[in-house]
């Protein structure tokens, strides 16, 4: 049964709700809210790497007309509590971090002291007077640096550098690489990027004297913890603190963490007892906001003659950057756990170190987990390369079957209602496996190089609290959510989420409408206000759909319980049992065949409201309903990416000729919105993989601090996508709903790669790391060439 089949609501194409309000420039921005008499912030940001203060003269920026104050870190110690980062998890040493530095500047860009002016050009230009002492220190600037003997301390209160290391076993991998066939090693170094938002972060703060209130306004995707750290940071309480988050311009992940700088502006709000706000810049953004990724990956696997792995080695460096908002573990810990995925492999140790450097701090970005399936899918190819065998062969006689489900893997993750047998098969019969093959070797005899590319992903998603608790990581996954029909019978509901421009207002209202037993239009979904939402964990973790649309689907079926109820009893029934509610209207099942019954939600409502003395015995008047729901540990959906490239080998440059996916994600809520999910991941995934890069010299200076140097694909760079659908519902969540929209960056990067290592295979050389740029793909082929000059010679 196909989950289209099981609802009236969910599964339907609806057009996004909110699209006609975003689209025609009605939609309401952090900058289209009015703060009348609001100051504006500007940051004076340090250009070292590495550096102690040894002082700071502020005067003459003081003495410019318009600006009010000039703060720096020892005036906002006075003011706020540092972040401490300490979860009890082994191997990973507690952190701390100040409003603003007082002793010394971790990285280029790090602020150290902030200018307060009548407005922005104001406090720009006053900025650029504010003078800094600094006393220069050894930057740190890569992970080998930072990991040397006797390396300069990036954190003085760490006895090094390395800020998190963990290690697993299980199983035997010395046992399974005696018996081997033969041992296989790979390389995998994915770069630093960074999130790239339409909109950059903002934020305004207005404290009430009066009330000892702070009502600050931010894109942010997850207010509810975004409003506890506030308050813990500046010494109030949760109810002393309203987070209002309107449209937000994306997110991606850049905007979950509450930074220094939105600290700061709060703090100076309620110091100078007037309205503050501060809108970073774009160099700001790419140079300060928050960074991703940069991870140094090592495989060795034990393979049999055929291709089958009977244990795999993985090692994992990760270069975080020089400030911990995040404990250090979690990102690389992910990837190792769920690494081997759709392979059945019980053989498995890994080893994770997270070094700081002197870099911008790392966050999560859409697919934190990014790099698993290229290491996962990419090992694959470098045993079929080692042992001549073909890439596919090698997948179908290592990959899970619906018989080996649940699957316990060795990590002890379970995986259930995943198909990735079927997806693969369904994605190379796309995209024309074998014919290919006869292309490709066509082309070659003419100088042509094209290759072709897979990567199946099984994508960890939603993170219920109970993986949270399994993994010594801090944290809730659950959700919460409310339900309330108003006295005309519309709907309004709430969850906790925080969105970005993923269509919630659109998937959401339709799981309400299908726990209810109406239209989707009837329901109004109010998100991004921490006095109307109920407390909830926010958006991240692509739990979206499974725990928020979980918790308002669960949270509506409790209010149509109600309903019925009181419909039962203004019919003169006994029992609720044989009514329904469809398209608004209680339905009742006589002899199998439902028919109305003349009474409709609205009836419902106003007895309900305004004729309580007709609710049936113990029924209290409203119809306002509340629910909290914490999902499993986490779902999984999967899916197989089978790209087609060229690559020139004159220029280096790649051509994408094709890119096919087939996905699994569970049931579908809104397919629109769905594809855009699935479009927008592939995209970012292969920007990413191609475009993208943070680059810093050997300095620590930051050299793509502007869209010129820090390059991101466009519409034209990317090709048309072709999707396939296989939709397995997941039986453990309501309505059979999984997370999904992070696993397209995950396949994409692992398709792309595979797909050029294919294409280059007649020169020997394979590509280790990415951005698989002109330059880089050029330097393989030009050392290949070296190298065949050197054989000859010798």
Same mark, same amino acid.
């Given at each position: 049964?196909?989950?289209?089949?099981?609802?009236?609501?969910? =599964?339907?194409?609806?057009? *996004?709700?909110?699209?006609?309000?975003?689209?025609?420039?009605?939609?309401?921005?952090?900058?289209?809210?009015?703060?009348?008499?609001?100051?504006?912030?500007?940051?004076?940001?340090?250009?070292?790497?590495?550096?102690?203060?040894?002082?700071?003269?502020?005067?003459?920026?003081?003495?410019?007309?318009?600006?009010?104050?000039?703060?720096?870190?020892?005036?906002?110690?006075?003011?706020?509590?540092?972040?401490?980062?300490?979860?009890?998890?082994? !191997?990973?040493?507690?952190?701390?971090?100040?409003?603003?530095?007082?002793?010394?500047? *971790? $990285?280029?860009?790090?602020?150290?002291?902030?200018?307060?002016?009548?407005?922005?050009?104001?406090?720009?230009?006053?900025?650029?007077?504010?003078?800094?002492?600094?006393?220069?220190?050894?930057?740190?600037?890569?992970?080998?640096?930072?990991?040397?003997?006797?390396?300069?301390?990036?954190?003085?209160?760490?006895? &090094?550098?390395?800020?998190?290391?963990?290690?697993?076993?299980?199983?035997?991998?010395?046992?399974?690489?005696?018996?081997?066939?033969?041992?296989?090693?790979?390389?995998?170094?994915?770069?630093?990027?960074?999130?790239?938002?339409?909109?950059?972060?903002?934020?305004?703060?207005?404290?009430?004297?009066?009330?000892?209130?702070?009502?600050?306004?931010? !894109?942010?995707?997850?207010?509810?913890?975004?409003?506890?750290?506030?308050?813990?940071?500046?010494?109030?309480?949760?109810?002393?603190?309203?987070?209002?988050?309107?449209?937000?311009?994306?997110?991606?992940?850049?905007?979950?963490?509450?930074?220094?700088?939105?600290?700061?502006?709060?703090?100076?709000?309620?110091?100078?007892?007037?309205?503050?706000?501060? %809108?970073?810049?774009?160099?700001?953004?790419?140079?300060?906001?928050?960074?991703?990724?940069?991870?140094?990956?090592?495989? *060795?696997?034990?393979?049999?003659?055929?291709?089958?792995? @009977?244990?795999?080695?993985?090692?994992?460096?990760?270069?975080?950057?020089?400030?911990?908002?995040?404990?250090?573990?979690?990102? &690389? %810990?992910?990837?190792?756990?769920?690494?081997?995925?759709?392979?059945?492999?019980?053989?498995?140790? $890994?080893?994770?170190?997270?070094?700081?450097?002197?870099?911008?701090?790392?966050?999560?970005? %859409?697919?934190?987990?990014?790099?698993? &399936?290229?290491?996962?899918?990419?090992?694959?190819?470098?045993?079929?390369?080692?042992?001549?065998?073909?890439?596919?062969?090698?997948?179908?006689?290592?990959?899970?079957?619906?018989?080996?489900?649940?699957?316990?893997?060795?990590?002890?993750?379970?995986?259930?209602?995943?198909?990735?047998?079927?997806?693969?098969?369904?994605?190379?019969?796309?995209?024309?496996?074998?014919? $290919?093959?006869?292309?490709?070797?066509?082309?070659?005899?003419?100088? *042509?190089?094209?290759?072709?590319?897979?990567?199946?992903?099984?994508?960890?998603?939603?993170?219920?609290?109970? $993986?949270?608790?399994?993994?010594?990581?801090? !944290?809730?996954?659950?959700?919460?959510?409310?339900? #309330?029909?108003?006295?005309?019978?519309?709907?309004?509901?709430?969850?906790?989420?925080? +969105?970005?421009?993923?269509?919630?207002?659109?998937? @959401?209202?339709?799981?309400?409408?299908? +726990?209810?037993?109406?239209?989707?239009?009837?329901?109004?979904?109010?998100?991004?206000?921490?006095?109307?939402?109920?407390?909830?964990?926010?958006?991240?973790?692509?739990?979206?759909?499974?725990?928020?649309?979980?918790?308002?689907?669960?949270?509506?079926?409790?209010?149509?319980?109600?309903?019925?109820?009181?419909?039962?009893?203004?019919?003169?029934?006994?029992?609720?049992?044989? @009514?329904?509610?469809?398209?608004?209207?209680?339905?009742?099942?006589?002899?199998?065949?439902?028919?109305?019954?003349?009474?409709?939600?609205?009836?419902?409502? %106003?007895?309900?409201?305004?004729?309580?003395?007709?609710?049936?015995?113990?029924?209290?008047?409203?119809?306002?309903?509340?629910?909290?729901?914490?999902?499993?540990?986490?779902?999984?959906?999967?899916?197989?990416?089978?790209?087609?490239?060229?690559?020139?080998?004159?220029?280096? #440059?790649?051509?994408?000729?094709?890119?096919?996916?087939?996905?699994?994600? !569970?049931?579908?809520?809104?397919?629109?919105?769905?594809?855009?999910?699935?479009?927008?991941?592939?995209?970012? =995934?292969?920007? +990413?993989?191609?475009?993208?890069?943070?680059?810093?010299?050997?300095?620590?200076?930051?050299?793509?601090?502007?869209?010129?140097?820090?390059?991101?694909?466009?519409?034209?760079? @990317?090709?048309?996508?072709?999707?396939?659908?296989?939709?397995?519902?997941?039986?453990?969540?309501?309505?059979?709903?999984?997370?999904?929209?992070?696993?397209?960056?995950?396949?994409?990067?692992?398709?792309?790669?595979?797909?050029?290592?294919?294409?280059?295979?007649?020169?020997?050389?394979?590509?280790?790391?990415?951005?698989?740029?002109?330059?880089?793909?050029?330097?393989?082929? #030009?050392?290949?060439?070296?190298?065949?000059?050197?054989?000859?010679?010798?």
């Amino acid at each position: 049964m196909t989950a289209r089949s099981q609802f009236n609501y969910i =599964g339907k194409p609806l057009a *996004r709700k909110e699209d006609r309000r975003l689209v025609t420039g009605h939609g309401r921005y952090l900058d289209d809210i009015v703060v009348p008499g609001a100051l504006h912030a500007c940051f004076v940001r340090s250009p070292h790497a590495h550096a102690k203060i040894l002082g700071i003269s502020v005067e003459a920026a003081h003495e410019v007309p318009g600006v009010v104050g000039v703060f720096t870190g020892k005036d906002l110690a006075q003011w706020t509590n540092r972040l401490r980062q300490a979860p009890r998890i082994e !191997g990973l040493q507690p952190t701390e971090i100040e409003t603003l530095p007082t002793d010394k500047v *971790r $990285f280029h860009g790090d602020p150290v002291a902030v200018v307060v002016a009548s407005d922005r050009y104001v406090a720009e230009d006053a900025a650029e007077l504010v003078e800094v002492d600094y006393e220069m220190l050894a930057p740190v600037a890569s992970l080998e640096a930072a990991l040397a003997p006797g390396a300069a301390l990036v954190d003085d209160a760490l006895p &090094s550098n390395l800020v998190s290391h963990q290690s697993f076993s299980a199983g035997n991998v010395e046992a399974r690489r005696k018996e081997a066939h033969a041992v296989v090693e790979a390389t995998f170094y994915q770069h630093r990027q960074t999130h790239v938002p339409m909109e950059t972060r903002g934020c305004a703060a207005v404290w009430d004297q009066g009330r000892e209130h702070l009502t600050f306004h931010i !894109g942010n995707q997850v207010p509810h913890p975004l409003r506890s750290a506030l308050a813990g940071r500046l010494g109030l309480s949760e109810s002393q603190v309203t987070v209002i988050s309107p449209d937000v311009g994306g997110g991606f992940g850049q905007k979950i963490a509450l930074y220094r700088e939105e600290l700061t502006v709060a703090a100076l709000a309620r110091h100078l007892k007037q309205p503050l706000r501060w %809108r970073e810049d774009r160099s700001e953004n790419l140079m300060a906001a928050s960074h991703a990724r940069e991870n140094l990956c090592h495989t *060795r696997t034990s393979v049999a003659a055929d291709g089958r792995i @009977l244990g795999i080695e993985l090692e994992i460096f990760e270069d975080f950057g020089a400030y911990c908002f995040y404990p250090a573990n979690y990102m &690389s %810990r992910v990837v190792a756990m769920i690494l081997t995925g759709p392979y059945r492999i019980a053989d498995y140790t $890994f080893e994770v170190k997270v070094a700081l450097t002197n870099k911008c701090g790392n966050g999560p970005m %859409r697919a934190p987990m990014a790099i698993t &399936s290229w290491v996962m899918d990419g090992t694959i190819d470098a045993i079929a390369r080692q042992l001549e065998l073909d890439p596919l062969k090698v997948r179908r006689v290592n990959m899970l079957r619906t018989a080996d489900l649940p699957y316990r893997m060795a990590t002890g993750e379970t995986l259930e209602d995943i198909t990735p047998a079927e997806t693969l098969e369904s994605a190379v019969a796309s995209i024309g496996y074998d014919a $290919f093959h006869e292309r490709q070797r066509a082309l070659r005899e003419e100088g *042509r190089y094209i290759g072709l590319g897979l990567c199946t992903v099984v994508e960890s998603t939603t993170y219920g609290s109970a $993986f949270y608790k399994t993994t010594g990581i801090a !944290g809730s996954g659950h959700e919460a959510a409310w339900v #309330r029909i108003e006295p005309s019978g519309v709907i309004n509901a709430s969850v906790g989420l925080g +969105g970005s421009g993923q269509g919630y207002e659109t998937a @959401l209202s339709q799981t309400v409408a299908e +726990g209810l037993g109406v239209d989707p239009s009837m329901v109004r979904i109010l998100t991004g206000n921490t006095d109307v939402a109920p407390y909830g964990m926010g958006s991240r973790g692509a739990r979206g759909g499974t725990a928020g649309g979980g918790a308002l689907y669960l949270c509506a079926q409790k209010a149509a319980e109600q309903v019925l109820r009181i419909a039962a009893h203004r019919l003169g029934l006994n029992s609720a049992q044989e @009514l329904r509610l469809l398209d608004g209207q209680v339905e009742r099942r006589i002899n199998n065949e439902w028919t109305g019954t003349g009474l409709f939600l609205t009836d419902i409502a %106003r007895t309900a409201y305004l004729d309580p003395t007709n609710l049936p015995e113990g029924v209290a008047p409203g119809l306002d309903f509340s629910l909290t729901y914490d999902p499993p540990p986490m779902t999984y959906s999967n899916s197989t990416h089978a790209c087609e490239v060229e690559v020139d080998t004159r220029t280096g #440059r790649l051509t994408i000729l094709r890119y096919v996916v087939s996905e699994d994600c !569970g049931t579908v809520i809104n397919p629109i919105v769905v594809r855009g999910q699935q479009q927008g991941a592939i995209a970012m =995934g292969l920007s +990413g993989s191609l475009f993208e890069q943070v680059v810093y010299d050997e300095n620590g200076q930051n050299l793509s601090a502007t869209f010129a140097d820090y390059l991101v694909a466009t519409a034209c760079e @990317l090709p048309e996508v072709e999707i396939l659908h296989n939709h397995t519902p997941n039986k453990r969540t309501p309505a059979g709903i999984k997370g999904m929209a992070e696993g397209g960056v995950m396949g994409a990067i692992g398709a792309v790669s595979n797909a050029v290592n294919d294409a280059l295979a007649p020169f020997g050389v394979a590509a280790t790391h990415q951005p698989l740029s002109p330059q880089y793909l050029r330097s393989l082929l #030009r050392g290949r060439a070296d190298r065949n000059r050197q054989e000859g010679q010798d």
